[in-house]
């Protein structure tokens, strides 16, 4: 049974990015668990020497649960042309650790006008050895719709995208 783990790059308590991640949860097949991490608000800034003393407990949970997951799947919205400063802060705590190589990843996009941000996330993860599953990644437009994961799941244009996203990305678990 695979885990998938979400990581939603918005702080905001009703962000498209997480509904579209939620979205993902209701379609995909029986028997894929997911995980959400919703702890990015709550991990302190990143500091090299903070790691070598002992990780904080909320970083060693990402941590821990990047490591169970057999696959990540990210919703990240754009500011300022680029990653959120929070979002970017959580990666940079998975670069001293042994959990997200080769990890694979696929990159959902709740707005088509954040071309930059997914650009820049893509370099990031690239750069950290995340495998990134370009044919599982998805770009819908759901900026200022207010549409809740049940809304988006259930519309025919968008859950066949969703769907084919998740199943590109478990279809990518164990292949080299």
């Not at 979400?6 to 379609?27: I, K």
């Not at 990644?137 to 998740?166: H, M, N």
Request: hydrophobic residues 50%; glycine residues 8%.
């Amino acid at each position: 049974m695979p885990l998938v783990l979400t990581l939603c790059g918005s702080l905001r308590a009703q962000s498209s990015n997480r509904s579209l991640l939620d979205a993902a949860e209701r379609v995909a097949p029986e028997g894929v668990r997911f995980e959400h991490f919703t702890a990015i608000d709550r991990l302190p800034h990143f500091n090299p020497d903070v790691e070598q003393a002992g990780l904080p407990e909320e970083v060693a949970d990402l941590r821990r649960r990047v490591g169970a997951a057999d696959a990540i799947l990210i919703s990240c919205p754009e500011y300022a042309r680029g990653i959120p400063g929070a979002f970017k802060n959580a990666l940079d705590w998975l670069v001293g650790g042994p959990e997200f190589p080769g990890k694979p990843i696929a990159l959902f996009n709740a707005s088509p006008r954040a071309s930059d941000a997914q650009a820049a996330l893509r370099l990031v993860l690239t750069t950290m050895s995340g495998r990134v599953i370009d044919e599982a990644g998805i770009t819908v437009a759901l900026l200022a719709k207010g549409l809740t994961a049940e809304a988006i799941a259930a519309d025919s244009a968008l859950w066949p995208q969703i769907v084919a996203g998740v199943d590109r990305l478990l279809a990518a678990i164990g292949e080299a």
